[in-house]
């Protein structure tokens, strides 16, 4: 009996060391996920552009900048923005990119003390239409705008209660949804769209008749950044690296040497 305990030992003692030298050899799945970090949104670019392009977007370029001295890899890929915020919520990815801050879109993941830039929504009409100076004269036409977007009050307001009328309210999702916004204002089968003028402005140069379109101010500025989640603890500690390293950004240099390349100005400069 005691020797076939020994020998029972020892090929224990045989497994659990072979299984120690195959951990070694192998990398760790648990390691790889710790040091990437996954931000995922719609192509809104000047923020972010397509993940393969030179320029992938200013706010891609910040977040790599930031997180790669600390040993964290960014895994930046595009996402339709409803999918994006429901796997920020659920933990299954770590950042949503161009968030607004403060937004019911947001509300629960978590954001650092540091913006990374103000977002201006503009209305959008062809040329030699009436122009929205206010949310009253929104009252008689089509708003196209993008699902789940926040464009700040009282848009917001106005798009969730007009929603289910499609007379005065349609939302879009999907890839290249901007551009499809545009098409539909230019096509007349939508009167006016709402967007963020820098994006608004990127991407109608890419479309034919996209000079057509005359735009007008809708609402104050929205602080926007990243997302992270709430769901894993790793969003509060990605939160408050980004706050570390846009401010030595923004002190030695490089944050005004990455907007300069995208013609954006430092939004905090002067202020």
Same mark, same amino acid.
């Not at 999918?83 to 019911?104: N, Y």
């Not at 602080?223 to 989640?229: D, L, S, V």
């Given at each position: 009996?005691?020797?076939?305990?020994?020998?029972?030992?020892?090929?224990?003692?045989?497994? +659990?060391? /072979?299984?120690?030298? &195959?951990?070694?050899?192998?990398? /760790?799945?648990?390691?790889?996920?710790? *040091?990437?970090?996954?931000?995922?949104?719609?192509?809104?670019?000047?923020?972010?552009?397509? #993940?393969?392009?030179?320029? $992938?977007?200013?706010?891609?370029?910040?977040?790599?900048?930031?997180?790669?001295?600390?040993?964290?890899?960014?895994?930046?890929?595009?996402? #339709?923005?409803?999918?994006? &915020?429901?796997?920020?919520? @659920?933990?299954? +990815?770590?950042? %949503? +990119?161009?968030?607004?801050?403060?937004? $019911?879109?947001?509300?629960?993941?978590?954001?650092?003390?540091?913006?990374?830039?103000?977002?201006?929504?503009?209305?959008?009409?062809?040329?030699?239409?009436?122009?929205?100076?206010?949310?009253?004269?929104? @009252?008689?036409? *089509?708003?196209?705008?993008?699902? !789940?977007? /926040?464009?700040?009050? #009282?848009?917001?307001?106005?798009?969730?209660?007009?929603?289910?009328?499609?007379?005065?309210?349609?939302?879009?999702?999907?890839?290249?949804? *901007?551009?499809?916004?545009?098409?539909?204002?230019?096509? /007349?089968?939508?009167?006016? &769209? +709402?967007? !963020?003028?820098?994006?608004?402005?990127?991407?109608?140069?890419?479309?034919?008749?996209?000079?057509?379109?005359?735009?007008?101010? @809708?609402?104050?500025?929205?602080?926007?950044?990243? @997302?992270?989640?709430?769901?894993? #603890?790793?969003?509060?500690?990605?939160?408050?690296?980004?706050?570390?390293?846009?401010?030595?950004?923004? %002190?030695?240099?490089?944050?005004?040497?990455? &907007?300069?390349?995208?013609?954006?100005? !430092?939004?905090?400069?002067?202020?």
């Amino acid at each position: 009996m005691k020797l076939q305990h020994l020998g029972l030992v020892c090929l224990g003692l045989m497994v +659990i060391s /072979s299984a120690a030298a &195959l951990a070694e050899t192998r990398p /760790s799945v648990l390691t790889a996920t710790a *040091t990437t970090i996954t931000l995922r949104a719609d192509v809104w670019c000047p923020y972010n552009c397509e #993940p393969s392009s030179r320029d $992938p977007g200013y706010m891609v370029e910040i977040a790599r900048s930031v997180f790669q001295p600390h040993g964290l890899t960014v895994s930046y890929q595009t996402l #339709p923005w409803s999918r994006t &915020l429901a796997e920020v919520r @659920a933990g299954t +990815i770590d950042g %949503a +990119i161009g968030a607004s801050i403060g937004s $019911p879109e947001t509300r629960g993941m978590v954001f650092g003390e540091e913006d990374l830039g103000l977002s201006q929504s503009v209305f959008a009409v062809t040329r030699g239409s009436p122009r929205v100076a206010s949310i009253a004269d929104l @009252a008689t036409r *089509t708003l196209v705008a993008i699902a !789940d977007y /926040s464009y700040g009050d #009282p848009f917001d307001d106005y798009i969730e209660t007009h929603r289910r009328d499609s007379k005065r309210v349609s939302l879009l999702s999907g890839d290249d949804v *901007t551009k499809r916004l545009i098409r539909l204002v230019l096509s /007349s089968r939508a009167d006016v &769209l +709402i967007e !963020d003028v820098a994006v608004l402005r990127f991407e109608a140069a890419q479309v034919d008749g996209g000079d057509r379109l005359e735009t007008s101010p @809708a609402g104050e500025p929205v602080r926007i950044g990243i @997302a992270f989640t709430n769901a894993r #603890p790793e969003g509060q500690r990605y939160a408050a690296l980004l706050d570390a390293g846009v401010r030595q950004m923004r %002190a030695d240099g490089r944050l005004a040497a990455i &907007l300069a390349r995208y013609g954006v100005p !430092d939004w905090r400069v002067g202020q």
